[in-house]
């Protein structure tokens, strides 16, 4: 047995259970349209909410600021200095978060892994909701401080928690993602956070599918709920919605100030590329000048849900533009995966453990590059794959 044997048997059981996870490999831009492995299919899987990835302003924007500033930052900005044109992005964010003030990281994955550990640490406590990203769950484990899961969605399960455990802690946070990204439903912010004030505790929403999909032109789940200046920490992504890549920490200019101090992904890793960097600018400039693109990513969500509903599918409970097709068992949504490849559309299977067992589900992602005709020519695949595959 060599030492890496374990390994080969670990992966042989993830294709025997239908759990091992194929890439596929894109040959052209994001869009509605894409060439995936060699074949043009209708693309259902981007995050790209609102078909910002290719968008001519933003990779304009993006060549721009290469010829004036090159590509890469240097080295770490506390080390090297930052770039003028970080601080200008990370100025433009907060304004149009409407929040003090913002900090950016390479991903969101990073800003959530520097943001918790720098709020709490051994001694202190985290009310984390039972369906929280991976990376909001890596970024309390890093913390070193007990991390206490509340139900799903549920004010009265965190505050009863709350009743009995804070007194046990010294500091406490609660930490909820925004919108669910495998059901796409939506925090109860509003109630989180009268819970929160009662107790006096910090809130961090990760707000990573909300940023540029909801509140008023795309502004995210505190201005959806009219909660500004309410929410001590939002995290955001600028690798979603905003076509790009990146990670936002927004809130109030003393959390900023010590993640600027304290952030280990800040401290220890490189600042956002600078191509990223301009794009993101352009990004912001393009949501705040028109709703357009956002109220035509919900106007095609909501006629693709209500579709699929027609046709008899289960959509769950989404109540955003993620659109997950229930269908169960992991094999039937790979199966199901499969043939709607081949009959031209791609929507990636989605299994254990990214979802709990036995809910594996196709999640189509509907975007502003959607037209009509793209969500029709899908409907009409997926009714044509359900009915062959029994599922409707
Ligand atoms: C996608 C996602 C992230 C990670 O964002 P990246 O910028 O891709 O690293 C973090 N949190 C949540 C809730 C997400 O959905």
Known sequence: MSKIDWIKKEIEGLQNAGLYTNIRTLGSAQGAWLMVDGKKVLNFCSNNYLGLANHPRIAAAAKAAIDEYGVGPGAVRTIAGTMDLHIKLEQRLAEFKKVE?????????????????????????????????ASI?????????KIKAYE??????????????????????????????????????????????????????????GEGVLGHGGRGIVDHFGLHGKVDVEIGTM??????????????????DWLKQRGRPFLFSSAMTIPDAGACLAAVDLLEESTELVDKLWDNAKYFKTEMKTLGFDTGHSETPITPVMLGEATLAQGFSKALYEAGVFGTAIAFPTVPQGTARIRVMISAAHETEDLDKGLEIFAEVGKKMGVI
Request: glycine fraction near 10%; proline fraction near 2%.
């Open 152 to 209: 799903h969605n549920s004010a009265e399960s965190l505050e009863e928690m709350l009743k009995e455990h804070l007194s046990e802690y010294k500091r406490a946070l609660v930490v909820t993602d925004g919108v669910f990204s495998m059901d796409g439903d939506v925090a109860p912010l509003d109630k989180l956070f009268e819970v929160t004030k009662k107790y006096d505790v910090l809130l961090m929403v990760d707000d990573a599918h």
């Open 239 to 256: 690798s979603k919605a905003f076509g790009v890549v990146g990670g936002i920490v927004a809130g109030k200019q003393v959390i900023i």
């Open 101 to 133: 003030a913002a900090l950016t990281f390479q991903s969101g994955f990073n800003a959530n892994t520097a943001t918790i550990p720098a709020l709490v640490g051994k001694g202190d406590v985290i009310f984390s909701d039972r369906l929280n990203h």
């Open 137 to 145: 769950i890596d970024g309390c484990r890093l913390s070193g401080a």
